[in-house]
């Protein structure tokens, strides 16, 4: 089965610092996508970073990035420059289904100023 | 362009109520997915509709129910509410649903069950 871990339940960080948030992934499919969200206090999920299992080049979106590390599973989140609104709820998800995602535990970080 | 639209964002039931939660996705999205996020279990699939009918379901009760209607927009139903349904309910959508697309969510219906 899919599995997605996130083995850091929380993270400070000292404003305009880069962030590594972890996340470790388990499958035997050979495509598969792997996502990360954040998720504000107010609820909503907000989609950072996309890399599908096939693509070259690791995905990066503005100050994300995504170290994709294949042959190691492993799906870490940068974010480069941290500011006060990053602290969030971030979450690593993995597509399972057609629209299906199973999650990761989320972490939760807070940026220092 | 507008975004995943979900409503309402918050409600208050009392147990043995049931409750209808509404979503629209994306303009030009069909496929619409129901999430159930608890500080306990975390986020779990409920269930994706495409074209009107529903293509996978999650391991839920059958209290929890959805549909989808022509013009893309879902709703899901719980009935016969329980304590533990309070929740966070997120409704996502994406073009299809295949390998690639990106999977965009609400703002999220804030449900407690008191």
């Known amino acids: 089965a899919q599995k997605i871990t996130q083995t850091q339940p929380g993270m400070f960080v000292q404003e305009k610092e880069a962030v590594t948030l972890d996340c470790t992934y388990d499958?035997?499919?050979?495509?598969?996508?792997l996502f990360w969200y954040k998720q504000p206090s107010s609820g909503e999920m907000i989609f950072l970073i996309y890399?599908?299992?096939?693509d070259q080049q690791n995905a990066t979106e503005g100050r994300y990035s995504l170290n994709f590390q294949k042959a190691r599973k492993s799906a870490n989140l940068v974010i480069s420059a941290s500011q006060l609104g990053d602290s969030a709820m971030y979450f690593c998800?993995?597509?399972?289904?057609?629209?299906?995602?199973?999650w990761g535990a989320g972490t939760k970080l807070i940026i220092k100023p | 362009k507008a975004g995943v639209t979900q409503t309402p964002r918050y409600l208050i039931k009392t147990r043995g109520q049931q409750v209808t939660l509404s979503c629209s996705p994306i303009?030009?999205?069909?496929?619409v997915s129901w999430y159930q996020q608890t500080p306990g279990q975390g986020l779990q699939f409920l269930f994706e509709?495409?074209?009107?009918?529903?293509?996978n379901k999650g391991n839920f009760p059958g209290r929890f129910s959805g549909r989808q209607f022509s013009n893309s927009r879902s709703e899901m139903n719980v009935s016969t509410l329980e304590l533990g349904d309070s929740a966070l309910y997120l409704c996502?959508?994406?073009?299809?649903?295949?390998?690639?697309?990106?999977?965009?969510f609400g703002e999220g219906s804030w449900l407690t069950v008191v």
């Open positions: 499958t035997s499919d050979p495509s598969y996508g």
């Open positions: 996502a959508s994406s073009l299809s649903g295949a390998t690639g697309n990106t999977i965009y």
């Open positions: 509709y495409f074209s009107e009918t529903q293509r």
């Open positions: 998800a993995m597509r399972e289904g057609p629209s299906q995602l199973i």
């Open positions: 303009s030009g999205h069909r496929s």
């Open positions: 890399q599908g299992s096939y």
